[in-house]
């Protein structure tokens, strides 16, 4: 537990200095010396995290997710980065979620079919499946997030 401990305290320090100590203290409410401990490497520090809450607000304003992407590492799990920069917050629900469902299907098997039309695969066309496939997921990911919403 002390290996995994030290790992994601590096982590909580790196996500803590990309965002800054002052702007970490303002999103946090947490002070300089709060913050501090939760990384901190000192042994009366060991059984100090930050809280999900905390590292959730300062991830929405760091360049990467380091600590949610350190937890990932620690399970053996893949991220994926969705780099869609929306301008309004998601609309329209999970009936619209269903119609961009069905289009990222459809368009999916497009690509599949064009891909199979001479029996072979190629690696331009895999791109192409995969990037629709990441896109597809992010439509469900989407729906999950909107199904979650509804249910609160």
């Keep these: 537990m002390a290996d995994i401990g030290s790992y994601l305290k590096r982590h909580t320090e790196a ?5 800054g100590i002052e702007t970490a203290c303002q999103l946090t409410g947490k002070s ?5 401990r939760y990384y901190s490497d000192n042994p ?4 100090r995290f930050m809280p ?3 590292v959730a607000k300062l991830e929405a304003e760091s360049t990467y997710p380091h600590v ?3 937890l990932a590492e620690l399970k053996n799990i893949t991220l994926s980065y969705d780099d869609r920069k929306p301008n309004a917050a998601r609309t ?3 009936n619209a979620d269903v119609i961009a469902l069905s289009q990222r299907f459809a368009m999916l098997m497009t690509e599949y079919q064009a891909a199979i039309e001479d029996n072979i695969i190629t690696v331009n066309e895999a791109k192409r499946l995969l ?3 990441v896109m597809l997921q992010q439509v469900l990911i989407d729906m999950k997030l909107h199904l979650e919403e509804e249910r609160s």
């Design 44 to 47: 009366e520090h060991a059984d």
């Design 15 to 19: 996500l803590v200095k990309d965002v």
């Design 131 to 133: 990037r629709e496939t």
């Design 52 to 54: 999900v809450d905390a």
């Design 68 to 70: 949610t992407s350190a």
């Design 32 to 36: 300089k010396a709060t913050l501090g």
């Design 92 to 94: 329209g629900g999970v």
